[in-house]
């Protein structure tokens, strides 16, 4: 997944660019979503943790974010690889199409469970006036 650095969503519409200006719409669309991703990592420290705890939420998301890349760019790795030896989609094809997908899989599951603590279905109400 990646809140890496991009909205990632995008990447599967990505993979069904035909030329250069199908492209560049896409990617111009995936840049104005990703602007959202730093304030709403904010938002959502904000909303869970204590004022003197956001420095080091902070710093451990975007720190998850960087170690991300790592296991993210090891995995694209491999799916181009693969698309090289094997055939099949192009490289650049296939890695957009994982990116994205699971991307969405990882936004239904983040809507499923975040919010704030006053919204979320998943703590008790006791939990919930602790939060």
């Known amino acids: 997944m990646g809140a890496r650095e991009d909205i990632e969503h995008l990447y599967a519409l990505l993979g069904s660019a035909q030329n250069w200006t199908h492209l560049m719409a896409v990617r111009a669309l995936q840049g104005f979503f990703e602007c959202t991703i730093s304030p709403g990592f904010l938002l959502i420290i904000g909303n869970w943790y204590r004022t003197e705890e956001h420095a080091a939420r902070a710093l451990f998301w975007q720190s998850a974010n960087a170690g991300f890349g790592i296991i993210s760019d090891l995995v694209t790795y491999g799916i181009g690889q693969h698309a090289e030896e094997h055939g099949g989609l192009e490289p650049w094809r296939g890695i957009s199409l994982f990116l994205g997908s699971s ?12 919010g704030s603590p006053r919204e979320v279905r998943w703590m008790s109400k006791e939990e919930k006036r602790m939060a």
């Open 103 to 114: 991307t969405l899989v990882a936004a239904l599951v983040c809507f499923a469970l975040l």
